[in-house]
């Protein structure tokens, strides 16, 4: 009777004690995001503390990958429902083609306090499928010319607002001086996001255009070869050495270090170079719209990192509450308080372009408005297209025709093969692919 | 009472060879049977079951553990269940039936085999068909029916060449066939690799894998992705091991390869059969499926509506069109064959060529109709369904009987036409097995394994009934006696052979097998790795998938050429047709 007793008793207790510890630990959700390693990723990462010490229920694992990497790591993942992300950091690329794949859950559900029609209509349609967002914007961007307003004064040049491809080369050949800086810096590292996304801006400026409307390819024309020629000679005249290893990151750390008297590239980059912080030319940049060749088409473009939840998250709801923290107007003035308004991720929202904090401290804020709001992404080039997206063409085979076509312009900068191998090479790894679309469809 | 088809006192001369032990001298080691097995189950049906576990929504972790089992379980039937019995009596199973069943059995199991092997025969030919139709530009047929009387006059063509070499020049095609087994591995195991950066990128949008685990996610959201055709949660790990255990229980539970492993010097020589499991089974299967599903994706079709040829000339351009053709006709030959001798056994006054001829006609109507080959795996698995009660009858009679003090060879001793107790006991299981699968008890799959124990359960008591249990010493001796003559004989063959052996040792001979290995095999090899790991965007891949295929075709005729020629110095030297005093004997 009394062991009887005593293992009643311990059982209780144990059943009791173990309850009573379950109750008192709320469960915590962990979520993995993969994210861009650029500026202002990484500051998203620093200033997370602030959410986690809200959120003591969800703890935050970091996965930053350099642009290429991420989006094979992302799309093998979320293509194979891997469920390794509960938070991928995409583009607006991505967005419409993955959730209409039904790979992403839809941000239908954000609290009133997110402001959801504050955000730019174009961002917020490029991200959107059938007018349902699917990614929440971090920031957004789109092209223009960063230049050194000093180095133009000493060489008795004026920037116009609207430059052509030839005033740039103009001023670039003016201004080189390799042993002081160069006269341009232009993306050359391979990639679809990397140099296809300015190559392919700037054939829309000289009237190229990927297919026509039959989705014949168009890679072996004139427009396309005069684009590449601007482009090599420019590079390869005034540019940096190994300009075919160079991305966004390295020439923006080019362009802080005083290397480089013109850039075309980013608006997103405006922040960082004028940031006395990091730049050593902060006082000195001036801007200007992404260069034309007088076709009516910039060599601008519309994109937007943003953030969305893969279908295989199982974290969704704790997904969605750092999401909205990290894309909200509030992140915003956190950033602003803790950096200054210029730092603040830019093109995301209408209220932060009234602000006249923020107007003041980034003097170029109207122009990147301006070029934010003038991308059309639905009419992108001189000649009419069947397709969607200003530097890249918003169709499921553009990574892997993109990819294949910036190698071979990559060796071509690198003097490995010559522009027309290089453009004929693209003709036909695209026509390639459109005849399999073409024999699919068949 | 009427004689067995077996008289032990019957000269053996008046005994043909097939029906005799095999002899020493012709036996062969492990290395034959390595060779043997990986040729054998490398052909146009791998085409076909590997785009069905596609299609049947097998998983990737199924896939490949699932086949791993499976086959094991295929490898240890030949060896623990087969060979035992192939190696002891040196018999085939149609011989050795004749001595414990006699002659009814031997029919009905003729009939079985007429069936099976028809309709196996037209459904390779269906394969064949579906390679030429793409050269005719002939629309897929996605219809279990024809839809083209363009594709019904190919199918006949291919099945007329087929039943015409069938009945008239079979040695020839075997021999030809013989050759094709290290050609059809490399391009099978080429034909995936190929494919893999394509799949890849169909995902990812990328070609390049950075990973095996890269590799396992791709296929297991593209390929074998645990959802079948209609959508619906697919087969599972039970499902796989069953399907690859049983694609083959005609062969090794159904003794149907006694034919083969009678020649085994040892038992464990059956485990050489692990060559065509495990690669035929296991790499060409999975090989086929990635190639399957690839063309899928690109034709936007259905990989249970995608024909093999189609996915062949996708994979491998048009050595594609040459593996079909080729795997699809040696493998309808050779089937077509074995289907009109079991037909001639059964009217044995009809010569061989019509009866064939006869049987190909039926075949040729069935190759009309794509379902034949779609339904390749329960094919297989039905086929070994009806052939696994004979199999079980045979292992009752040579390892059960002894053990149970019941008499071996009882019905021939007892002087009996019909071993009733045999045919009963087959058809029973039969009734049993198909109870079993029409009550829908347990997968289709798994039904060789009661049908076979019961068969063996049943023979047991009714051969004991019947006077399995008697002793029969007279006819025990005079058995002995047969085996004592056959063996003289056997000695008497083998120091003949011995005196015409010729070695060939020839630099032209060996200069031979230099060139079909190394351009026929190491080429295509080397390429296709390029295309698979040296393709790091779309561009590299297409400029190394076209120079695989334009390289490889020519490869592919230059291994025919000199393999077929090298085969044929073979057999001269064999004969002692080139003799040691050739000029290139010397070097």
Redesign the interface.
Known sequence: MLLRTVLVTGSLTCVLSTGAALAESSPISALTIATVGNRDMVRMQQLSEGFTAANPDIELQWVALDENTLRQHVTTDIATAGGRFDIVTIGTYEAAIWAERGWLLPLDDLPASYQVDDLLPTVREALSFQGQLYAAPFYAESAFTLYREDLFAEAGLSMVESPSWEFIARAAAALHDPDEHYGICLRGKPGWGENMALLTAMANAYGGRWFDMQWVPQLATAAWRDALDQYLSLLWKYGPPNPEQLGFNDNLALFQQGKCAIWVDATVAASAVTNPRESMVADRVGFALAPQQGLGKRANWLWAWALAIPSSSTSSDAAKRFIAWATSADFQRQVAEDEGWAQVPPGTRRSLYDNPHYQAAAPYSDMVLESLTAADPGNPTVDPVPYRGIQYVAIAAFPGIATAVGNRFAKALAGEITVDEALENAQWVTQKVAEQARFADQ | MASSGFNPHQPLERIDDEQLPVSPHKQHGARHFLGLYAAEHVAATEFVIGATFVGLGAGIWDILIGLIIGNTLAVLSFTLITAPIAVGTRLSLFAYLERIAGNVMAKLYNGANVVIFSAISAAMITVSATAVRVLFDVPPQVAPYPTDVAFVLIAFAVGAIVVLVAAFGFNALSEFASICAPWLMVMFTAGGMVLIPALA?S??????L?SVS?FI??A??SVFTGVNAEGEPGIGLWEVIGFAWAANTFAHFGLIDMALLRYARKVRYGLATCTGMMFGHYVAWISAGLMGAATAA???LSIMVVDPGDVAFYALGLSGFVIVVVAGWTTANSNLYRAGLAAQALMPEVKRWKVTMLVGLGVMGASCFPFVYRSMLPLLTYAGLILVPVGGIAFAEYQLFPRLGMTSYWASFKGLADNRPAIASWLLSLAFGVGLNVLDIMPFYYLFLPTWCVSILIYVVLARRAGACEAYPEQQRALEDFHQRVAERHERKAAEKHRQRIEDKTWLSKGIVVIWCGVGLIVPAVLAWRVMFDS???????VNRELFYDVTIWCTLVYFTFAYWGLQRRKRFKRGGVAAHTPEAAG
């Open positions: 990128e995902v990812t949008g990328f070609t390049t950075t890269d996610a791709i297991s959201a690109t034709m936007k790091p965007d779309l561009y590299e891949y297409y």
